[in-house]
C-alpha cells in the first residue's frame, strides 16, 4: 500500500458493548499507525455533563442544548484521554452509572448531529480506525473497510464484567449482563441511527478469538484490492 493511501485510509468498527471493539480498534490503529476514535466516550462525556448538571435524562431539548455547547475532546495520547470542557474524564465516564445513562442521551437526534460532526472533523486529521454503532452507516459511509463486531450475549457480559472488576469496581456479572441487554434493546430499536450492519460490511464474531488474530485479519482486509 502506497504511503498516501495509508495515510487517508478509513476503518469503520461498529457493534454491540463488549464484542471487542475498542481493544481491536486500539491495536489495528497502532499497528497501521492511524489515528483511534472512540466514539462511544463521546457520548459518555455527553452523558457525563448531563449527569453533572443535574439536567433530567428524559428532557431531550436541554441534553441537545448541553451537546451543542460542550467541548468533547480525544487527546490520541498513548492514554487515550478524554476531555470534556477541560476535565479529564477518562475514568469517570466508565462507570456503570453513565452506562447507563448514555444510550437515553444517544438517542437525541440534536446530540448524534453534533457528535457526528466532531467525529468527522477527526476523520479529517487523516487516517483512522474509529469504532461505535453507526461508523459505517452515518459517519464515514465512504469508509475503505467497515466491520461490524459480534461475540455471543454471554461472552460479552464477561468481558465487560472484567473491566468493572479491574477497575475495582464492585459489579455482579448478572447485573452487567442485565444493563448490557437493556442497552443493547435501546440502541438497535432506536429511530435515529439505530445499531446495525452497513450493507457492505465485513461480519466478524470474536467470541473465543485474540485480539491479535481479529487485528492480523483486519488488516489482510484492508490489503484487498479496491480498498
Ligand atoms: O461503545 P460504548 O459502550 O462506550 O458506547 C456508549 C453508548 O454510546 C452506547 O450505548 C451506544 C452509544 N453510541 C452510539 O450510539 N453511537 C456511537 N457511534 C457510539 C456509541
Redesign the pocket.
Known amino acids: 500500500m502506497k504511503q498516501e493511501q495509508k495515510l487517508a485510509l478509513q476503518i469503520a468498527i461498529?457493534g454491540p458493548?463488549?464484542a471487542g471493539?475498542?481493544t481491536l480498534a486500539k491495536l489495528v490503529a497502532k499497528q497501521l499507525n492511524l489515528f483511534y476514535v472512540?466514539?462511544?466516550?463521546?457520548?459518555?462525556a455527553i452523558?457525563y455533563k448531563v449527569l453533572k448538571n443535574g439536567i433530567l435524562l428524559e428532557d431531550e431539548l436541554s441534553v441537545s442544548q448541553i451537546a451543542k455547547t460542550t467541548e468533547v475532546i480525544l487527546d490520541h495520547s498513548e492514554k487515550q484521554n478524554v476531555w470534556c470542557d477541560g476535565e479529564n474524564v477518562t475514568l469517570a465516564?466508565?462507570s456503570p452509572e453513565i452506562?447507563r445513562a448514555?444510550?437515553i442521551?444517544?438517542?437525541y437526534v440534536g446530540v448524534?448531529e453534533r457528535?457526528?460532526e466532531l467525529?468527522r472533523q477527526e476523520a479529517a486529521r487523516g487516517g483512522v480506525v474509529?469504532?461505535?454503532?453507526?461508523?459505517g452507516t452515518?459517519?464515514l459511509p465512504e469508509a475503505n473497510l467497515k466491520i461490524f463486531l459480534t461475540a455471543t450475549p454471554q461472552e460479552r457480559a464477561r468481558r465487560?464484567w472484567l473491566e468493572f472488576v479491574k477497575a475495582g469496581k464492585n459489579v455482579r456479572l448478572e447485573e452487567v449482563a442485565q444493563d448490557m441487554q437493556k442497552?443493547d434493546r435501546?440502541?438497535t430499536e432506536?429511530e435515529v441511527?439505530p445499531?446495525e450492519p452497513a450493507e457492505d460490511a465485513v461480519i466478524l464474531d470474536t467470541t473465543g478469538c485474540s485480539v491479535e488474530r481479529m487485528a492480523a485479519k483486519i488488516i489482510a482486509l484492508t490489503q484487498e484490492d479496491g480498498r
Not at 474509529?130 to 461508523?135: A, T
Request: no cysteine.
Open positions: 461498529d458493548a463488549g471493539k475498542s472512540d466514539t462511544g466516550a463521546m457520548y459518555r452523558a465516564i466508565r452506562s448514555v444510550s442521551v444517544a438517542a448524534r457528535l457526528v467525529q474509529m469504532d461505535g454503532r453507526d461508523i452515518q459517519v465487560r442497552r435501546q440502541d432506536r441511527s445499531l
